[in-house]
């Protein structure tokens, strides 16, 4: 395919038309001369059409999911149907305040609490909070609930560990420094929890394992039942990381696994859109052990009518203003609606399915360091290119070069050299082809071809250790140092 | 495909899934067409009563202000929402510019030098900022106005308990409502003070000139400010009155309020404490053909690179909401925020005038100055009733103050009122009525 992104010469928003040294803003009566701003504040006044062709045009230097196959393993960066995006702009979710009386509010407060008994089918776990802002903020919360937990049978202070495979996320880790734990990580054996290893670093410290199943490496923990035996026997806590949750719908759940506690992101497995980076939605799901410690309220229904519940002495309180992102979770709501029982059952299917696929095509090119049978994504190595002097850096950016978004690369950390590959359900064969045949040019092409990749974006390779050697992180810094900006170049002809 | 992998049936991709682990059906019920889809949820979403059904006076940190129409066109081009983290830059030029302004505008409302590119929440980005003031200074107390919201208190007892921090409550002087500068200086003499955090308006509407007297008294004590970016139009930026640190909820400036969420977290600091600070980062660079670029940068402070030392475990932020929130900033422009500010401010003063006539309504509750919202307190009968009874006139008449939980302390029915930029005189002189209407009818009851 030849592709060439948008290569738009635009200024910066503030060069467009220098703001001048301000006068000062209105005055409003009783408002004391100290917390007066004395200078309006600096930034360009601009008619509305030169801030919709400015923010157009960036638009254009940007890949999303409509306009190319997002390859980012871990990210199921899947079709965001547009019926969502309509109703989630009706007045009746839009225009909607979260403090006005609950009376107003029964339509939204049924929402929620439909979305919240569906995925309380999905995970197993029958009492879910929609709270979070994202996952990670749902890795917390839940460590906190497990803290709690610790805290009413007087273990606190004895459990101090939380556990994970050398695959998790980084967020699991992060999560439980926050949550006031130490983190001990358990090596993997091909690619999976080692039953031994684990066996002999559960204790009666143990707080909590946290698990993803399927793992970053693609594979599933085929031995969940024993791990979540283990865990038990030892008195810990068994956490479920829903990042990955799409690969198994409708086939186990976390509460069958054994699992106490999960997380899930509606921006990965219930479509929502990720807008560049979030918003995302995270979801808390409990089973009946650390289900009293969710965040409140929580939504119940009292004959016909909905209301929020703040009579729950074990909570843990708020982790966040209001409810979570309920313009998200009216999405996850409409996706799981229109999908239903057979619907998420064909998800998981396709999305595993197409993982094999590709795993099977590009596993020709590049090794494949663990089992072949995968789930919603798999794994490859990129150290075979080293001898001709390239790196899965370079595959990456030669890949973008074809029109299509990059694996998620150097992690897991594990393999050398990695890349992650997930491309989901929503991806047709004719797409998996296409990047089935970009990865092969990519990654046959000449070691100078990909050391000059990309050259069909925006911009060429970025210094990005420049970026955080010589830090300018705002249009301050750069006044600050006008020597080091650098003026757009001539265009480079493309190739 | 099946063919290519050499199996009949999908099913024999599960084989790895122990049958005892194997679930039956989900029980969640059929599919739908997208036509029945759509009819469902507007059936559900008729059975809210949205804010334009009403006279607003709902504020806080959540606001419900007209957005220019090409605010969320500019947000509905799916090559910004339907993108990811933009970890390979090359490819993710536009939302790295729109993150860089978003930057570069919080660093200039507040008054800073670096912003980064989200939190979820004003609420998480205060929690954040707390756990940032540790990171950079000793000690094992955090300083918080008592006038806080209950909810932000909630959210950061739960940052505070990880490691271990203990908040401690500054209370406030009960006539004007701002913050006892005594009760700071005995706290910080007493020790063990590693941060402070005060809201610019404060929890109950107000600005309190004393938070510009805060860093006098905490000295080498990390400052945060909590600031509505809308205010920051008219008032002088927090860093320039010592701040070290500027948080803030950003939901106003271009989103509408979806209930609760979407939001935005803001959050400002000092160049020299960059490397302690939480989220993602966007910094200027160049490219191999020396021209101007952009990239997420100081990644070694993150959960994906530092694991359990990263200094968060931000992954997912808000980009998409700083979009707006920027694109909104540039559409209405720094002139028309600070006519936007002293507009609802006028709102405010003759509805706390209209409401402070009432027999049985003190309005404002406190003396200090205020922007577009002021705490109300009634002299009889419950903030639930009064409210109820203004809502069956059409009249959303702000909300209560006090913590819903059982068992939780109460200092009166007080309500926070804030004039929506939607209601004009009409709307002004309705609430009033309405509202003497509700005191005078509890007055008979009682």
Redesign the interface.
Known sequence: MTFRQARWDEPAVWDLAPPRAGDAPPEIPGIPDRMRRKEAVRWPELGELEVVRHYTRLSQMNFGIDTVPYALGSCTMKYNPKVSELLARRPGAADMHPYQPEATAQGALEVIWRLEKILARVTGLSEVSLQPGAGAHGEWAALLMVRAYFRDRGELDQRTEVLLPDTAHGTNPASAMMAGFSTREIASKEGCVDLDALRSAVSDKTACFMLTNPNTAGLFESDILEIAEIVHGAGGTLYYDGANLNAILGVTHPGRMGFDVAHLNLHKTFATPHGGGGPGAGVLAAGEKLGPYLPVPRIVKNGRKFRFDYDRPKSIGKIKTAYGNFGLDLRAFVFALTHGEEGLNHVSRRAVLNSNYLGLKMGKYLPRPFRTLVKHEFVLSGVPLKAKGVRTLDLAKRLLDEGVHAPTIYFPALVEESLMIELPETESKRELDGYIAAFERAVTDTPENLHAAPRNLAVGRIDEVLAAREPRLSWKDLRAHPAKVETPGPVPPAP | ??E??GISS??Q??????K????G????????E?PD??R???Q?????????K?A?F?G???S?RYS?A?V???V????????????????????L?????F???W???SGL???N??L?????AAGEAL?FCRRIHEGGKFLIPASLPW??K??L???A????LELQEIPYDDRTGRLDLEAVRTAVAAGDVFGMLAD?PNGFGH?D?G??ELKGILGKIPLVVSADPLS??????PGH?GADVVVG?GQGFGM????????LGLFACRHEH?RSSPG????????????????L????R?????????T??????????A?AF??Y???V???G???L??SL?EKA?TLASALGAIDGIQAPRFDA???GEFTVELKRGTAAEF??RL?RRKV?GG?SLAD???GASSSGERILVAPSDTVGPKEIAKYARAARTAVEAVGRSA
């Open positions: 495909m099946l290519a992998l999908v099913e991709l599960f084989t790895d899934v122990p005892k682990a194997r679930i059906r989900l029980g969640v019920g059929p599919g739908h997208e889809v759509v469902a949820v507007d559900l979403l008729e059975r809210n009563k949205p804010l334009s009403f607003n709902l806080g940190r959540v419900a220019p090409a969320d066109s500019i509905s081009r799916s090559e910004f929402y339907t993108s990811y983290t933009p970890y390979q830059p090359e490819a993710s030029q536009g939302m510019r729109v993150l860089f302004e930057q570069s505008l660093v200039e409302l030098d670096v912003a590119a989200s979820y929440d004003g609420a998480t756990l909810e932000e909630s959210v007892q739960n940052y308990m990880g490691p271990r610019v600005v000139e938070v510009a920051l139009s008219v008032l002088e930026a009155y909820e509408s309020p979806s209930f609760g969420g979407p939001l960059v993602r980062i966007v910094g200027a660079t160049r490219d191999v053909d020396g021209r101007t670029a952009f990239a940068t100081l990644q070694t993150e959960q994906h690179i530092r694991r359990s030392r990263a968060s475990n931000i992954c997912t932020n808000q980009s998409l909401i979009l920027v694109v900033a540039t559409t422009g720094p002139r925020l600070a006519e500010q002293r401010a003063r100055p205020y922007l409210l109820d809502r959303l909300y819903p939980r059982p």
